[in-house]
């Protein structure tokens, strides 16, 4: 295999198991499925899920606001998809 076709396809893996590893407690925190939010390439469309789910108000940060609305566990699992 071509070392960028390598690389593609070890981003891919690594999304893929982000993905798995926190599909259930996305959805059992915000009520929503995580592929709704996911892109196979990019992994989470964190700017897709402000608009839908969060709606910070302007001034607040989506990381301020998903800590006041969903606590400790919301800003885990937010944190984990975007690492």
């Known amino acids: 295999m071509r070392p960028k076709i390598k690389r593609i396809f070890r981003e891919f893996q690594?999304?893929?198991?982000?993905?798995?590893?926190?599909?259930?407690?996305?959805?059992?925190?915000?009520?929503?499925?995580?592929?709704?939010?996911?892109?196979?390439?990019h992994g989470f469309d964190i700017c897709k899920f402000d608009d839908e789910i969060i709606k910070a108000p302007d001034g607040i940060s989506c990381k301020q606001a998903v800590a006041n609305k969903y606590g400790i566990p919301g800003l885990g699992v937010v944190t984990r998809l975007l690492s």
Do not use: T
């Open 14 to 41: 690594k999304h893929e198991v982000k993905f798995r590893s926190n599909e259930r407690e996305f959805s059992r925190i915000f009520k929503r499925p995580l592929k709704e939010y996911w892109n196979e390439y």
